[in-house]
């Protein structure tokens, strides 16, 4: 019991904690990280960390290929890059890490923990972040949901997992702050403007129909 106890709480912080960050900037800085040799662009970064003279080529090469860190990456880009603590402004294919950071996510990532300014592909992990904001642009993409898939969910679009926060569409045990929500449990929030349908075994919507319903509750946004 009282291990369980200890991994309930430790889940939770872990959740609350990325549930704060979805509602900050998300940045990769890559600029500072020098490399052996000065390039604008390489088919491949390979290095043990992203400080020179640890890594061939600087953080802010455009990577159109593979980059491999033995301890972490911090780079501009790249079409694939693996490293445990794994940094990468732009993914355009595939990161991989324990915990991932990306300012904009076109395909997929696979961590742990994935922090991500602006998802438009698909982030799996236990605990998935989408802050929808970051420091290099506006969003090309605005009307184009990603997809988040793990154990807690936040910030995103399409979300299904056991715990999921602020989607447009969520599937889940337990759902919060959505738009379509399917679970067990659903809460729509006390101060959100968004539409909410609910469909599960207990649904709460301070705007719906009445606030606590079983099998279906839905509102049209917030009544003043």
Not at 77 to 83: D, E, F, G, R, T
Not at 109 to 131: C, D, H, K
């Amino acid at each position: 019991m009282i291990v369980r106890y200890k991994a309930v709480v430790a889940g939770c912080a872990a959740l609350l904690s990325g549930v704060a960050l979805a509602h900050f900037p998300i940045s990769v800085s890559p600029e500072s990280d020098d490399g052996l040799f000065g390039v604008g662009w390489t088919p491949i970064q390979v290095g043990i960390c992203s400080h020179r003279p640890f890594q061939l080529f600087p953080g802010d090469a455009d990577v159109y290929g593979i980059a491999v860190g033995l301890l972490n990456l911090n780079q501009k880009s790249a079409i694939a890059s693996l490293a445990p603590l794994n940094a990468v402004a732009n993914n355009y294919f595939t990161q991989v890490g324990l915990i991932d950071v990306c300012e904009f996510n076109y395909a997929f990532e696979v961590g742990l923990l994935n922090l991500t300014g602006r998802n438009i592909g698909v982030s799996v992990g236990a605990f998935n972040v989408e802050s929808n904001l970051g420091d290099r642009g506006g969003d090309p993409y605005p009307w184009l949901p990603g997809l988040q898939v793990g154990l807690a969910n936040a910030g995103g679009g399409l979300q299904a997992g056991f715990y999921n926060f602020n989607g447009c569409f969520q599937i889940g045990a337990f759902n919060a702050d959505g738009g379509l929500q399917v679970g067990l449990f659903n809460a729509a929030s006390d101060y959100g403007e968004r539409s909410a349908f609910q469909v599960g075994l207990l649904n709460y919507n301070p705007h719906g129909l009445a606030k606590w319903l079983p099998i279906f509750n839905f509102s049209r946004g917030r009544k003043d």
